[in-house]
Nanobody, 124 residues
Framework: QLQLVESGGGLVQAGGSLRLSCAAS????????MGWFRQAPGKEREFVAA?????????LYADSVKGRFTISRDNAKNTMYLQMNSLKPEDTAVYYC????????????????WGQGTQVTVSS
């Protein structure tokens, strides 16, 4: 089982940067594909980025964040990160980290474990 806690959200001006962290409990973090999703008010949850288990050699990004966001993981620290640069007002949402036994993917139903979310607000 995996317990996930996000941190690093906050208020930032458009064009700014934030780094989100997702701390995982347990010794099996390395075995999970990890992902970031987000949900804006009145909208459905959407995929942001994902990284493969173990070395994290492969990543996947939503088109809307490609080139601006970078996902990474540090297995020694049981932590995943999302570096967000060139933030836009439309990036405003609650960001969730998630863990999956399955391979790399963007479908939220593939992820079994979820954090509580952290709010990111980008002002114009």
């Amino acid at each position: 089982q995996l317990q996930l806690v996000e941190s690093g959200g906050g208020l930032v001006q458009a064009g700014g940067s934030l780094r989100l962290s997702c701390a995982a409990s347990g010794r099996t973090f390395i075995m999970y594909t990890m992902g970031w999703f987000r949900q804006a008010p009145g909208k459905e949850r959407e995929f942001v980025a994902a990284i493969t288990r173990s070395s994290g050699s492969r990543t996947l990004y939503a088109d809307s964040v490609k080139g601006r966001f970078t996902i990474s993981r540090d297995n020694a620290k049981n932590t995943m990160y999302l570096q967000m640069n060139s933030l836009k007002p439309e990036d405003t949402a609650v960001y969730y980290c998630a863990g999956a036994r399955a391979g790399l993917g963007s479908t939220d139903t593939s992820y079994e474990y979820w954090g509580q979310g952290t709010q990111v607000t980008v002002s114009s």
